[in-house]
């Protein structure tokens, strides 16, 4: 229709609309294999029809093809001619998978080019006992049912006023969609009150709709009016205006009706009052409730936020000093109080764009069903994957790196967690295994927890494969504690596993996962008991723009270590600091812990001697399931930072993640607890 | 002079004093002056890296030209000022002795380096200058940056 139009301006917005509707396509079909409901079917439908009508407006053919083709064996799984199987799950998935390639293909420019001549091929076959629905204008009238949030609202709405609904069909050759739209909507609402439309009024604009779109709305006229009215804008094919009732919704006669001809109960009469007076319940739905923001805008944002946070504290600090100084001046106190007013409103602020930014875990929690079902299915073992929390929400840096380590440990739980269904059912235990993911927030962190009921990590054979890859001695190994020996898990070429998979077992893979985690400043935890299970804990922080820290002095500068990373401080007497293999160490709890001595770490050109002490303040740090004690010249208290990074001119500088500034205006360097650990080894 | 001249048309410089010499900056690479505050030094970095500064909430590295150009380091003192300036990794500040004015210098008033100007090493300057009967080290700033 208009090929001269500039695409690139809808790409985005094709893009994410394919991301929504994929996903709600993946994760109903999941659900659909459980408890296969007419409605769930209908919302599928609904999805792959949305793809195809706008990967076809974007000239995405393969894409529409493939959509089309699913469309095809729904819509028999709808009529009932065709009966859901694990195959025809399994070929769908799979075409998701490869909708998903295309569209990241799309995304990258590389254009659309990828192989689905088999997933078609095997839809084909599963469609082609029955005749293939033909382009019916039936799925179209399907899609402009309103959604059931919409629905609902317009079934308040029907109380107190009949709802009229029209359905537009534009001409194919329509130039000027919206032009139509706009002359539609106009009408309703002269004299009337538009509720609702399908697809939303933001699409109706972007003109992402193919050629039908419908109006919900109240007024005054009646129908026959309206019909009249309406006929008139041009490039139509048909304009078709009835009350709306609820459940009609699939009755509609699929023909192109001429408005005259639409005939249906028309109370007419109704003709009560204007608009004014119509204090109508129903919201208007799905206009104006949202706003996409791109994430650059956020993050500048946060940016700004982070500065004002700086000045707040400066602004502050000063009025204490002004305050110490002009004790009984008026004006010091009204300063006073206008500061407290600032940081109480930077504080909102920095909370809502904080807000603003963070995701649902369940973002993550998404991919998991569909992982494991596949998993399990090529396996053979049960599987019950339980997802708690999903609503648990946090900062969308962090949402993006969790996601492959949660991943990992998902999959190493069903892989040698839990048992095959025949060893389970022998052992005494539900054939299928649980696996329960859960999320939750605990003060500044969220913590996930993946537990399974499997039969547990066996510490004898960790020690003994640690020992095998040369992680460590024979002798030193049967020294370790059986926690001790859980850690080699996270070793790099280490596997349990008897024999390699293709899933895992290669020793890669847990590793990788604490390296994630520690590079977002988390700690994982890991649990198990023989035959009952493993828990895997992992705390990672919220946010990653803006930490709380424990600033401390070494060599007369500050240093922030996060508070994420600090298990505890501690005083420590010189006695109580012994030496092994010329390492110092203290003993914490029956727990050897290594001391580091920060200024030997932190070494700067005015470089001062450290006076002998007494007793030094040690914080002990974890990263991941290690522990270390920083020993620090001074404690000085716990503030919330801004992260900033280094300057590319200093390079990377080992043991400083960045740099923050403090409520006095000076620098100070943010410890990289990871750096310390490498740095504190060699 | 047989080789091209430093300065192809009329230049402004940022002159500045370092121990007791002179030193020309090209004016446009110079973003700001501000007095000398808290450098907080970072640790395990080269020694010609004095620290961060915090300008107005950004945090920028500051060098120190005498460490730079191996000259006796000397007490900042009340005239000692940083010296902001544009590099290729963003905004670096230069501690200098004392900024001391800005001048306008034609083609003719530079000379490529003569080898006697020891005092700095050679492949940071660009060339040297004479203004009333004193002598002008033109820096060659994005060299004596680069680390």
């Not at chain 1, 309103?146 to 006023?161: F, G, N, R």
């Not at chain 1, 001429?258 to 009469?269: C, D, G, I, N």
């Not at chain 1, 993911?437 to 499997?454: K, L, M, P």
């Not at chain 2, 033109?138 to 004596?144: E, T």
Request: hydrophobic share 40%.
């Amino acid at each position: 229709m208009s090929a001269d139009l500039d695409m690139t301006q809808y790409l985005d917005l094709f893009l994410q609309e394919a991301d929504e509707q994929l996903e709600i396509l993946e994760q109903e079909t999941l659900k659909l294999e459980r408890e296969p409901t007419p409605d769930r079917l209908n919302l599928i439908f609904r999805a792959a029809h949305t793809l195809k009508g706008s990967s076809r407006a974007m000239g995405f053919l393969n894409f529409a093809n493939l959509t089309h083709e699913m469309e095809n064996v729904l819509d028999q799984l709808r009529a009932g001619t065709l009966k859901l199987t694990t195959e025809i799950a399994n070929a769908l998935l799979n075409c998701l998978d490869s909708l998903c390639a295309i569209r990241s293909n799309i995304a990258e420019g590389k254009g659309e080019q990828v192989d689905c001549s088999t997933q078609i091929a095997i839809l084909q076959q599963f469609s082609a006992e029955d005749s293939p629905v033909a382009e019916s204008p039936v799925p179209e009238k399907i899609l402009l049912s309103p959604s059931p949030e919409t629905e609902v609202a317009l079934v308040a709405a029907a109380e107190e006023k009949p709802v009229y609904q029209a359905h537009f069909s534009l001409r194919s050759d329509c130039v000027m969609k919206f032009v139509r739209v706009f002359m539609a909507i106009s009408i309703v609402q002269d004299g009337g009150e538009l509720l609702a439309s399908v697809p939303n009024t933001e699409m109706l604009e972007e003109e992402q709709f193919d050629l039908d779109f419908a109006l919900y709305f109240h007024h005054e006229d009646s129908r026959e009016m309206l019909a009249t009215k309406l006929a008139g804008i041009g490039e139509l094919e048909s304009a078709e205006v009835k009350i709306w009732e609820k459940s009609e919704s699939t009755s509609a006669s699929s023909s192109t009706t001429l408005p005259e001809h639409a005939t249906k109960v028309a109370p007419a009469s109704k003709l009560e009052s204007g608009k004014s007076d119509a204090p109508t319940p129903a919201k208007k739905v799905e206009t104006g409730q949202t706003v996409r923001v791109d994430v650059a805008r956020l993050d500048e944002l946060m940016n700004l936020v982070g500065e004002l946070v700086i000045d707040r504290t400066r602004v502050s600090q000063i009025g204490t000093m002004l305050a110490a100084k002009y004790e009984y001046d008026e004006n010091i106190e009204a300063l006073g109080e206008t500061v407290g007013h600032i940081t109480r409103i930077t504080a909102d602020l920095q909370d809502q764009i904080m807000k603003a930014r963070m995701l649902p875990i369940e973002t993550v929690f998404n991919r998991f069903p569909r992982m494991v079902r596949d998993l399990a299915q090529k396996i053979g073992k049960e599987i019950n994957l339980e997802l708690v929390g999903g609503e648990t929400e946090l900062d969308r840096s962090v949402i993006e790196v969790i996601g492959d380590p949660l991943l990992h440990i998902l999959r190493n739980s069903i892989d040698h967690g839990i048992e095959k269904p025949e060893i389970r059912e022998a052992a005494g235990k539900p054939r299928s295994g649980r696996v329960v993911v859960s999320a939750r927030h605990q003060e500044n962190h969220i913590v996930i927890d993946i537990e399974d009921d499997g039969g547990g990590i066996d510490h004898g054979r960790v020690r003994e494969k640690a020992v095998q890859s040369g992680l460590v001695s024979k002798e030193a190994a049967e020294r370790l504690t059986e926690k001790e020996c859980l850690q080699f898990i996270f070793a790099s070429g280490l596997s349990t596993a008897a024999e390699v998979s293709e899933v895992s077992g290669r020793g890669v893979g847990m590793d990788i996962v604490r390296s994630n985690i520690q590079r977002l400043g988390g700690i994982i935890d890991v649990d198990t008991a023989i035959g009952e299970g493993t828990k895997f804990s992992l705390r990672l922080p919220l946010t990653l723009a803006i930490i709380r820290g424990l600033l401390v002095k070494v060599s007369g500068v500050v240093y922030v270590i996060p508070l994420g990373s600090v298990i505890e401080t501690l005083n420590v007497e010189n006695r109580q600091i012994q030496t092994v293999h010329k390492q110092e160490v203290i003993v914490i709890r029956g727990m050897t812990t290594p001391l580091v001595r920060l200024r030997n770490i932190f070494t700067t050109r005015n470089f001062i001697a450290e006076t002998p002490k007494e007793s030094h303040y040690v914080v002990i740090v974890g990263l991941a399931e290690l522990r270390i004690g920083l020993v620090v010249d001074s404690l000085i208290g716990e503030q919330e930072v801004v992260i900033k990074s280094l300057s590319r001119f200093c390079g990377d500088v080992a043991g400083v993640s960045g740099a923050t500034i403090l409520g006095n205006g000076n620098v100070a360097l943010i410890a990289d607890v990871n750096g310390i650990f490498s740095s504190g080894r060699n | 002079m047989s080789a091209a001249p430093t300065l192809a048309s009329s230049e402004q410089l940022v002159v500045f004093r370092l121990d007791n010499e002179s030193y020309g900056i090209e004016i446009f690479r110079v973003n700001e002056i501000i007095r000398l505050r808290e450098i907080t030094p970072i640790p395990r970095t080269g020694h010609h890296i004095r620290g961060l500064v915090n300008l107005r909430g950004k945090t920028i590295p500051v060098v120190d030209l005498h460490a730079r150009f191996g000259l006796i380091t000397i007490e900042d003192s009340d005239s000692t000022r940083i010296i902001v300036v544009e590099s290729e990794h963003g905004n670096v500040g230069i501690v200098v002795d004392e900024v001391k004015e800005v001048i306008t210098l034609t083609p003719e008033q530079v000379e490529q380096t003569p080898a006697l100007v020891a005092n700095v090493g050679t492949e940071f300057v660009r060339g040297v200058a004479k203004q009333d009967g004193q002598l002008i080290t033109l820096l060659n700033l994005d060299k004596a940056l680069d680390s």
